[in-house]
């Protein structure tokens, strides 16, 4: 098993530009979490998916969309990039919900220039 | 909202000495724990959870943590520190009323540099 995979794993972007970042998993994981990482913050959840064709809004959800049109796969998508979305992106799936260990990607470092 | 804290953003420790890293936290109602780790340019890893049941709760690599409800407090420890254990720690928590959100709350993280 891959267990859970992100690409790309790294990306330079411009202002304005958009892209999709796209994360896989393996496992028949019910849940999916689209996470950021900033320094001194720990990890931030930007949106997530409680099962095929199902999103919801996490605590940093402005700026981003996000589609789950398969199970197993989970789309984070910047339509109009910022420098403040400067970061580094965690997928993460489980099985359960919050009570279930999960299972993070290895990662996205996005920069905006 | 649940809120965690990690006092500490940087723990040193010799090898061989035992070491804590602390957590409290803040939830309405009863909670679900959790210790992660994360090694340089690698995403998160499980070490363990509380959810119910014996306060101290072990876990992956010798580590082990208690929680303490009348403190707000999941501390995790290990009695005797690997060089490998340098890392950066996360303490998470979630709700148990979360219903469908089943959002888990994390804390800034502590990284534990163990000197040999």
């Known amino acids: 098993n891959a267990g859970v995979t992100q690409t790309p794993k790294f990306r330079v972007l411009k202002t304005g530009q958009s892209m999709t970042l796209l994360c896989a998993q393996d496992m028949n994981h019910e849940y999916m979490y689209w996470y950021r990482q900033d320094p001194g913050m720990g990890l931030r959840l930007i949106h997530y998916?409680?099962?095929?064709?199902?999103?919801a809004k996490g605590e940093v959800p402005d700026g981003y969309n996000v589609s789950r049109l398969k199970k197993q796969n989970f789309l984070l998508g910047l339509e109009s990039a910022a420098p403040s979305q400067t970061s580094v992106y965690f997928c993460?799936?489980?099985?359960?919900?919050?009570?279930?260990?999960?299972?993070f990607g290895p990662g996205t470092r996005l920069t905006v220039l | 909202a649940q809120s965690v804290a990690q006092p500490e953003d940087q723990v040193n420790v010799a090898e061989g000495n035992p070491l804590t890293v602390k957590c409290t936290y803040s939830?309405?109602?009863?909670?679900?724990l959790f210790w992660y780790v994360q090694y340089p340019n690698r995403g998160l890893q499980f070490l363990l959870k509380?959810?119910?049941?014996?306060?101290l709760v072990k876990g992956s690599y010798g580590f082990e943590a208690e929680f303490n409800k009348s403190q707000t407090s999941f501390h995790l420890k290990k009695p005797s520190a690997l060089v490998s254990d340098s890392a950066l720690y996360f303490c998470?928590?979630?709700?148990?009323?979360?219903?469908?959100?089943?959002?888990?709350?994390f804390g800034s993280g502590t990284q534990l540099t163990v000197l040999p």
């Open positions: 939830v309405s109602g009863n909670p679900y």
């Open positions: 509380y959810i119910t049941g014996d306060n």
């Open positions: 998470a928590v979630s709700p148990i009323s979360s219903g469908s959100a089943r959002q888990l709350t």
């Open positions: 998916s409680v099962g095929e064709g199902t999103t």
């Open positions: 993460a799936s489980s099985y359960w919900g919050s009570t279930d260990t999960q299972y």
